[in-house]
Nanobody
Framework: QVQLVESGGGLVQPGGSLRLSCAAS????????MAWYRQAPGKQRDLVAS???????QYVDSVKGRFTISRDNSKNTVYLQMDSLKPEDTAVYYC?????????WGQGTQVTVSS
């Protein structure tokens, strides 16, 4: 069993920053891909950024240059540094990890960008 606990969401003004964290616990020998997805009201859940066990990253075009994904393998934790936030970044953000070929998901954290 794998449990994910997310933190760091909240309300921020346009142009501001937030840092999301997601800590994994449970029966974990190694984590392959770690990722952040987001889901805005009335829309599907989409990939924001991902990072492999080797440190390779990928980002959706709309966040390139503004968001940075990173991981601390010693803590089984993935981070998402979000800078220059825009109102269109407003969504529930979910972390997901792949362990032994299976995805596990966090409960989601709300990010609202508004003046």
């Amino acid at each position: 069993q794998v449990q994910l606990v997310e933190s760091g969401g909240g309300l921020v003004q346009p142009g501001g920053s937030l840092r999301l964290s997601c800590a994994a616990s449970g029966t974990i020998f190694s984590i392959n891909t770690m990722a952040w997805y987001r889901q805005a009201p009335g829309k599907q859940r989409d990939l924001v950024a991902s990072i492999t066990s080797g440190g390779s990253t990928q980002y959706v075009d709309s966040v390139k240059g503004r968001f940075t994904i990173s991981r601390d393998n010693s803590k089984n934790t993935v981070y998402l540094q979000m800078d220059s936030l825009k109102p269109e970044d407003t969504a529930v953000y979910y972390c997901g990890i792949v362990v032994a070929g299976f995805w596990s998901w966090g409960q989601g954290t709300q990010v609202t960008v508004s003046s």
